[in-house]
């Protein structure tokens, strides 16, 4: 054979065995990826997070032995849908139609089927995409002949013998289980794929139900499952269901067992050789506070204490199952919440009452532009992927980064209309030492006011109120000083930057993008108003 004929075919062979090679060993290093997104659960209420806590979460505790607490980590909004909104598209909620508040059970689906997602984004580099737990960004049901559905009667207009044409499955993901909204929202019952495991049946009143545990106990004692839940008067945590149509068998208490179950089931069913991306929305610690009897008195913190530890537990059935099948050294673990903790779920006199500061060291509560509304925790662990062990990071993080953060996981560069406000977290898990100093973040409330956090500077405005504010968060965490006055050259400044952000569609460098609605509305009305 022809000496050069020889050689390119020994050098062809080299090239096409390197490139099996790296792609196999490409494949074998892709991290699995799994999330777990906690519902109203503040800082305080993480014992390795705060010291003075009366609830021991063993499990998450252990999880940040393993990996990183970040300690200024924020959600996209401190409320439900807002945020669930910009964690899975990388992209501000404020910049769509939904300028405030959150979604119902039955309303549209507010993700266009063209928007670039996390699920996506992971789906198109291999990855098996799965979701178990609430979704609350919409459903396009289908309607009943004759009927349109409307947030408020989709107990009567929706065919639920029909699949859903618009949500996880037409936005990246090939699994879902789960609820359709909030715990407390119709309709009750579980959704796989495009349909509830069951037509509903029956009708849940909607009643309020409060908790006395040693009512609770019991009834527990005397073997009648769900007496507990009858009405009863006493100061403890108000809950309910709201009423609507329900599945026949499903309870109030069921739903984070049964997430467990099916989130630790889908892990049995993966392998090394696949990577895969599991975004499990956990309906708990949120009301209706409703903690299984296993998991009564565990706490030191009432009921509500008793949910977080049973929220601690599912996160540590996640993890075990992961170790188990020898995935979790490559396996990039992340908890958090959607926003800081309901009062309606914990009142401040029961806080007092049991002496636990679900906020730490932050003010106010989940709806507020205040730092515990949006303050959150955030626990990471990746053996593999060179997260240290027992680590604490003050980077200014977001929720909004997971987009970025995939994509610089990949090598993929991300699309001018894609990820807009979202910026990769990825160096500050290498290296938990690394620090943030130019992140603009903008903070949303349950009436969509907005504030923006520029270093140690934020800048907000209360509609109500009509007061504008500025603090300095290195010395003023507990926000208590209005020093607006006094830096009113500083306040100008954010609000500038601010009006650019809004113009630009993004905060993040790139092409110039769209926001949807109106180009100004009630809630930003104040920046040109600041002086």
Known sequence: ??????????????????????STSFAVEKPNIVYILADDMGVGDVSALNPESKISTKYLDQLASEGVAFTDAHSGASVCTPTR?????????????????????????????????????????????????????GLDWQAKEGKTIERTNG?????????????????????WFGPSASWNMAPYGYIENRLLTEVPTVTVKGSNYEFEPKEVQDAIAAGVKGKHLKPIKSKYPL?????????????????MPKLTEKAVEYINQQNKDEPFFLYMPLTAPHS????????????????????????????????????EKGLYDNTLVVFTADNGTSIKGFPISLQEKYQHKTSYIYTSYKGRVQEGGHRVPFITSWPNGGVKAGTTSDAVISLDD??????????????????EDSVSMLPYLKDSSKTTTDRILVHQSFAGDLAIRMGDWKLSYLNKKNKTRLVNLKDDIGEQNNIIKDHPE????LRKTFAQVIRNGRSTPGKKQSNEGPEVWKQIEWIKAVK
């Open 402 to 419: 997971l987009y970025a953060t995939m994509a610089d996981m990949f090598g993929e560069k991300i699309a001018d209309n894609a990820g």
């Open 288 to 323: 209706p506070v409703t903690p299984n009897k296993e998991f009564l008195g565990k706490s030191k913190a009432g009921l509500y204490g008793d949910f977080v530890i049973e929220t601690d537990w599912a996160v540590g059935q996640v993890v075990k199952a992961l170790k």
């Open 239 to 255: 809950t309910k269901w709201d009423g609507g149509a329900g599945v026949k068998g499903v309870t109030v208490v069921d739903a």
């Open 490 to 493: 500083k306040a100008e400044a």
């Open 155 to 175: 107990d009567t207009t929706v065919d639920f013998t029909k699949p859903i044409t618009h949500g996880p499955l037409d936005l990246g993901f090939d699994y």
């Open 85 to 137: 909104y910009s964690l899975m598209t990388g992209r501000s909620s404020w910049r769509t139609e939904l300028k405030g508040r959150v979604l119902g059970g039955y309303s549209p689906s507010m993700i266009a089927k063209d928007r670039d997602t996390v699920a996506s984004l992971a789906k198109r580099h291999g990855y098996k995409t799965a979701m178990v737990g609430k979704w609350h960004l």
């Open 1 to 22: 054979m022809n000496h050069k004929i020889m050689f390119n075919l020994k050098k062809l062979f080299i090239i096409t065995t390197m490139a099996v090679i790296s």
